[in-house]
């Protein structure tokens, strides 16, 4: 058997257990890889595979998924008569029973811990310890490497977490709860923590890891910040316009700017989405918000605007709903100087407001309005709401990605929880922080009368560390 790792050596540890307990899902969720394939189906993996987490091109740590252990009872009686070196007794069972298919699966687990591996043994809390996991933990032990257990119980509906407790102490240096289903950054960091406990060799290259893996993350909020802001800045600012042909509807034209308009808008949001789930490496799995997620509604939708806390005074007063979709901002601009259209279509809405939707138009036909030579626009935003719609879904979406372990692969999800605090992030922001969101708001749509250049960066900065509390940090 090979000794400890040596400095500047990538640290590696053996998941090791019953086939079926969530091994695989372990791995896959410290190691980020949804890659990794989970089965319902026991014996699904039969090789032992190392999974090495990289960062900026270099390896930080590996994860060897293994087979479960099929004969532990044997494994054990074989083990128990071993006479030899202690130190090499796994070695000599793999070289004992290397081509005896009885016990396939339980050399292939224990490979890896002859070439140094630390050990953990991961066993499902949700049901109770039997002879076959005590002959298990039993081989483990003999094999004298430095092992952590976990408990990962698969359902909450049984708990033998303290059952499994009182027989872990006998047999390893640490035992931890994790589970691979809801584990979160910080239960990784703090797994890593304890990995460091079960020997003293290990603390210096784990403390390194824990060390690259904060730094990773800090660079990934920083992105993700960027991402968000670039999104909602276009967003807010973007504009579409059409000149009005002489005999011209403007209803019909519109009509059209608005879904152009939105088209667009949701279009920066989707990409967004995109760049925060390949920044948490969620790449291969259709990512599927759970059902009671607010962003299930559209974003110009009543429900998502009603939801995300506007009252139904600041609905109503902004003349903002019209067949269930939040109209936008339609200014109408004469090539080169503003008047005519918006007004007057404005003024016959009644609304006296910047915010319409199409319907009502329809019926109050602006009468005797000269169209010809002038360009009817949508945007800049000009509701500083939509400023907190935006910031409210792109904290929500954040929050579902960066709590969404990769270990986990059904879609099912606890039916009370919620994604929001009640009416999304922004409603409780304090008085300072939407300041600089108004200034901010202001500044991007153009609006400002003197453009503040520190809005933006601390517009930016406060998204930072929104991103960082939302993170556990
Ligand atoms: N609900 C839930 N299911 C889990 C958890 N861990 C594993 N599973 C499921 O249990 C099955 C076996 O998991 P897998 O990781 O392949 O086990 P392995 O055979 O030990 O590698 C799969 O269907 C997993 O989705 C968990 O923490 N919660
Ligand atoms: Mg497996």
Request: charged share 30%.
């Amino acid at each position: 058997m090979k000794n400890h790792p040596q400095p500047g050596i990538v640290p590696e540890f053996a998941v090791l257990g019953h086939p079926n307990e969530g091994k695989s899902s372990v791995v896959s969720t410290l190691t980020e890889d949804d890659t990794i394939r989970v089965s319902r189906l026991p014996g699904e993996t039969t090789r032992s595979t190392a999974y090495t987490v990289k960062m900026d091109g270099k390896d930080i740590i590996r994860f060897v998924d293994t087979p479960g252990f099929q004969v532990p009872k044997q494994t054990l009686a074989w083990f128990r008569k071993f006479e030899g070196n202690p130190e090499r007794i796994a070695d000599a069972f793999i070289e004992t029973f290397k081509d005896d298919p009885f016990y396939r699966d339980d050399c292939e687990l224990l490979k890896p811990v002859t070439k140094g591996a630390g050990i953990i043994y991961v066993v499902d809390g949700a049901r109770p310890v039997r002879d076959d996991d005590l002959a298990e933990m039993e081989i483990l032990r003999l094999t004298g490497r430095p092992r952590m257990a976990v408990i990962n119980s698969k359902t909450d509906e049984k708990d033998y977490t303290q059952d499994w407790k009182n027989e872990f102490r006998r047999h390893f240096n640490a035992v931890r709860v994790f589970n691979s289903n809801t584990a979160n950054f910080m239960e990784r960091i703090k797994m890593l923590e304890s990995l460091k406990a079960i020997d003293q060799e290990w603390e210096q290259s784990l403390f390194e890891v824990i060390t690259a893996f904060q730094k990773d993350r800090e660079k990934r909020n920083l992105l993700a910040c960027a991402a968000i802001c670039r999104a909602i800045e276009q967003s807010l600012s973007f504009a579409v316009s059409e000149p009005v042909a002489k005999d011209g509807d403007p209803d019909t034209l519109k009509e059209m700017l608005n879904g152009k308009y939105q088209a667009r808008i949701k279009e920066f949001e989707t990409r967004m989405f995109q760049k925060l789930r390949s920044l948490f490496k969620h790449h291969l799995f259709e990512y599927h918000l759970p059902e009671y997620s607010v962003l299930n509604h559209d974003l110009f939708s009543k429900q998502t605007w009603e939801l995300l806390g506007l009252t139904k005074e600041q609905l109503m007063t902004a003349g903002a709903i019209v067949g269930g979709t939040v109209g936008v901002m339609i200014d109408a601009a004469a090539a080169g100087h503003t008047f005519g259209i918006f007004t007057a279509i404005g003024g016959a809405l009644g609304a006296g407001s910047a915010l319409f939707g199409g319907r009502k138009t329809a019926k109050n036909k602006p009468g005797g309005i000269r169209l010809g030579g002038d360009t009817l626009r949508l945007g800049p935003a000009r509701n500083i709401q939509f400023l907190y719609i935006l910031v409210d879904r792109a904290l929500i979406y954040y929050s579902h990605i960066i709590n969404r372990p990769h270990g986990k692969r059904d879609m099912t999800e606890r039916k009370e929880k919620k994604d929001t605090p009640k009416n999304g992030f922004s409603t409780e922001f304090t008085f300072s922080r939407k300041m600089i969101c108004s200034k901010f708001f202001k500044t991007v749509t153009g609006r400002s009368l003197i453009p503040d250049k520190k809005a933006v960066a601390e517009f930016e900065e406060f998204i930072k560390a929104l991103l960082e509390d939302l993170s556990g940090k």
